[in-house]
């Protein structure tokens, strides 16, 4: 039997069209912009009192980095009580400026500028060089060392001014994609996981139930119908008030009498000595502790730490942006953000800060857990900083809060900035092999290999597992290489621009970045960055 051209099979029924994977079984959730759940975005204000509560709780939460920092470096650098409350102050006191003119002229976002980790190393490393000096009194090294600090962090500012006004920062920003914006964000949370449950870990007693009462109000909210709204917005308050007092009746009950020094620390509410010590008014002035002193030895650490502060701040500023319900920071808001956090770190120094400035993940976090994105909420709390820095007596009380409170809160608070970068991933392709293959590697080596370099970093010394015959060589590299954000940065941004990166356009998901990141890109930006008062319309273009 022979077949012709013009022979037919049978025509049967249509094929089915292909359906989804568990298409039947439940909705597909299309990729959004914005978060459906937050009560107030980023020029949307609550009411006046409800702010003021709120611009406290974003200053109670920053505070325990504050405390944290100055309680580790000002002993080693012989300070006294007393000198650990004037730095607490002018920690304070420049977060304060540096969040205002963050949120007034710089990224415009709802962020808290607040002393970054990122200078310990180069930090320790001064206080090591200068152990071995003789001086009259303790007293007298720890000026010289404040004085040395002051002078390196003055330098290093100038590495954020050019990266941010010279606008190489923001031509760098323009090679992400979504794809890279996921590890970077995830380990900016992710990444300071050993300020979490291993400092709640130091009190088990009142670290793990300031976390399991925080985990409780999840739940109380629905089951309360009518504590949802306060829960929301001031459960974290009602949750540090309750362990407080707590750790306050196991105080003075003697329940730490008999214990190790570094319990007491840690779980004493009288033990931090700052109420004692503090004085009732002190307004930080510049050049505080005498004349700053330049070495170029302890300067390299300093640029390393302040190109990491960079890295850390823009993932910061991306997170803080989604939660404030505005769109990505273009690139030109990121330039002048990073300028002017340069011009905050050359104020810490000229005020005598013991460390730089960076943008608080914590504070960002809090946008998430309040619902609220508002910028005014965090531009009242710059005043609660000042007033309380001034004052410091009344500043000293909030800050003899035990640190393990602290740490519970950031485990929830971190974990939220993570889960954010997270969610960057809808708008690339989310099954795509090679997506899976930058993003994996990125967001494990952002992790590992900053370990590996805080495992093996003498935390008295500052010396790090870099150790060649160049000290310069050494600082630098040992803090650029202990930053998970910094890492993610430069292992993601590589591997996303080169591997198959013009085949892959669509699925990088740079149609959606793109245009975010140009000047008129998208008209919702103006909205949500433009200077207020009108000025955008009065300063050249050149200089935003």
């Known amino acids: 039997m022979v077949e012709t051209a013009n022979h037919q099979h049978p025509q049967g029924p249509p094929p089915a069209q292909a359906q989804p994977l568990g298409g039947a079984r439940g909705p597909l959730f299309a990729p959004n912009e914005q978060f459906q759940h937050l009560q107030y975005c980023i020029h949307s204000n609550p009411r006046w009192v409800e702010t003021f509560i709120l611009g406290f709780q974003h200053y109670i939460v920053m505070l325990g980095s ?14 006294t009580h007393g ?95 979504p794809v890279v914006l996921v590890p970077v964000i995830c380990v900016v949370g992710l990444g300071l996981f050993q300020r979490g449950f291993p400092q709640l870990a130091n009190c088990v007693e009142i670290g793990l139930p300031m976390l399991i009462i925080l985990v409780i109000t999840q739940y109380l909210k629905r089951i309360i119908p009518f504590s949802h709204v306060i829960l929301e917005r001031y459960g974290l308050l009602f949750c540090i008030a309750i362990v ?70 823009t993932g910061t500023f991306f997170a803080a942006s989604r939660l404030a319900g505005a769109t990505p920071p273009p690139s030109h808001v990121l330039n002048r953000s990073i300028g002017l956090q340069g011009l905050g770190t050359l104020l810490e120094g000229i005020f005598g800060s013991v460390v730089g400035t960076t943008a608080s ?43 393990p409170i602290f740490a519970a809160i950031y485990c929830v608070l971190f974990g939220f900035v993570a889960a954010v970068g997270i969610s960057f991933m809808q708008f690339a392709n989310n099954n795509s092999l090679r ?54 940065i430069i292992v993601g941004t590589l591997l996303d621009n080169t591997l198959d990166a013009k085949h892959e356009v669509n699925n990088r998901g740079l149609p959606w970045l793109l245009p975010f990141h140009r000047r008129n890109g998208d008209s919702r930006s103006d909205e949500f960055y433009n200077y207020p008062m009108r000025l955008n319309e009065y300063i050249p273009t050149r200089f935003f």
Request: charge should be positive; proline fraction near 4%; include cysteine.
């Open 83 to 177: 000198d650990k409350a004037r730095v607490i102050q002018t920690l304070l006191f420049m977060a304060g400026l540096n969040t205002l003119v963050q949120t007034m002229i710089g990224t415009r976002l709802p962020t808290v500028m607040t002393a970054s980790f990122a200078y310990f190393i180069p930090v320790l490393a001064i206080i090591n060089d200068l152990s071995d000096e003789t001086f009259a009194s303790e007293h007298q090294r720890f000026l010289h060392t404040m004085r040395t600090i002051q002078g390196s962090l003055i330098v290093a500012s100038f590495v954020n001014i050019v990266l941010g006004f010279s606008r190489v920062w923001g031509s760098l920003t323009r090679l992400f994609s």
């Open 244 to 313: 407080w007092a707590f750790a306050a009746i196991l105080t003075a009950a003697g329940a730490y009498n008999n214990v190790k020094e570094q319990t007491k620390q840690s779980c004493r509410t009288d033990h931090s000595f700052l109420i004692a010590s503090a004085p009732w008014i002190k307004i930080p002035y510049p050049f505080q502790w005498g004349t700053p002193i330049f070495r170029a030895s302890h300067v390299f650490g300093m640029l390393g730490a302040a190109l990491v502060t960079s890295a850390e701040s």
């Open 361 to 403: 993940v914590e504070n960002v976090g809090l946008l998430g857990l309040t619902h609220i994105g508002s910028r005014r909420v965090v531009q009242i709390s710059t005043s609660f900083m000042i007033f309380f820095s001034i004052f410091g007596k009344f500043g000293a009380l909030f800050a003899s809060i035990p640190l």
């Open 435 to 488: 997506n899976f293959y930058v993003l994996g590697l990125s967001l494990f080596l952002g992790i590992s290999i900053p370990q590996y370099f805080v495992m093996n970093t003498d935390m008295t010394t500052g010396h790090g597992p870099i150790r060649t015959g160049g000290g310069w060589f050494n600082d630098i590299f040992n803090t650029i290489f202990s930053s998970p954000p910094t890492v993610a």
């Open 66 to 79: 504050t405390v944290l920092i100055a309680s580790i470096l000002v002993p080693l650098m012989g300070g």
